[in-house]
């Protein structure tokens, strides 16, 4: 399996632009999770999916921030509008057994708002 | 919620030598303690993790301990490399909600 794959891998935008990072999860995994990392705030869960299914958001910042999961290979988050604070690395993770088992981080998405 | 604390922040340490690693919690019914390591450009990966049954769990270098009383766990890396320098994380999940916390991170650094 090539492991979790998220596109793209750097991003670099404009200030009120949409952003919309992508994921594929590891085929056969149930879980699959957005985090975000900064040197500030550290490893960051936005959203965890289930089944495919938003079982946890509370991490979302605010609203202009949202997630889906319209089927089991794929996963986009998007910014909208997008600010120079959201500046950070995205990654997404996925795991076979929800969340305290081994998750499986992808590459990152460097975002960079200007 | 859950706390994790993650100490040191940096770590520096000759090759061969040992390097340790502490993390507090603050959930006493976190029960899944993982530690990922990340390189430079990549995704965090799992080197090892435990359970709150066991109390101590070792894979080849690198071993963990679990003090469920005082609420700790530590990863010791014995016989240091060069190339297990990366930043290391200590995470805990407690039932009580959904999140792996993870801890600030410890950037290790093995020089020759």
């Known amino acids: 399996d090539a492991g979790v794959i998220q596109s793209p891998r750097h991003e670099v935008t404009e200030m009120g632009q949409e952003v919309t990072l992508r994921c594929k999860p590891i085929?056969?995994?149930?879980?699959l999770f957005w985090y975000r990392q900064t040197m500030m705030r550290g490893l960051e869960l936005l959203i965890y999916f289930n089944n495919n299914v938003p079982i946890d958001d509370s991490g979302m910042p605010e609203d202009r921030f949202s997630a889906k999961m319209p089927n089991a290979s794929f996963s986009t988050l998007k910014i909208q509008p997008s600010e120079p604070r959201d500046s950070a690395v995205y990654f997404c993770?996925?795991?076979?057994?929800?969340?305290?088992?081994?998750?499986?981080f992808g590459q990152g998405t460097r975002l960079t708002v200007v | 919620g859950e706390n994790v604390e993650q100490h040191p922040s940096t770590l520096s340490v000759q090759e061969g030598d040992s390097a340790v690693i502490k993390c507090t919690y603050s959930?006493?019914?976190?029960?899944?303690f993982p530690w990922y390591k990340q390189e430079l450009g990549k995704g965090p990966q799992l080197i090892i993790d435990?359970?709150?049954?066991?109390g101590e769990k070792k894979d080849q270098r690198i071993a963990v301990t679990l003090n469920k009383t005082a609420k700790h766990f530590s990863l010791h890396i014995t016989e240091t490399q060069p190339e297990d320098s990366a930043v290391y994380f200590c995470?805990?999940?407690?039932?009580?909600?959904?999140?792996?916390?993870f801890g600030k991170g410890t950037s290790l650094l093995v020089t020759p």
């Open positions: 995470a805990a999940y407690s039932n009580s909600g959904y999140a792996l916390n």
């Open positions: 085929s056969g995994h149930n879980s």
């Open positions: 435990i359970r709150s049954n066991v």
């Open positions: 959930d006493s019914a976190s029960n899944y």
């Open positions: 993770a996925s795991s076979s057994q929800g969340v305290a088992t081994e998750a499986f």
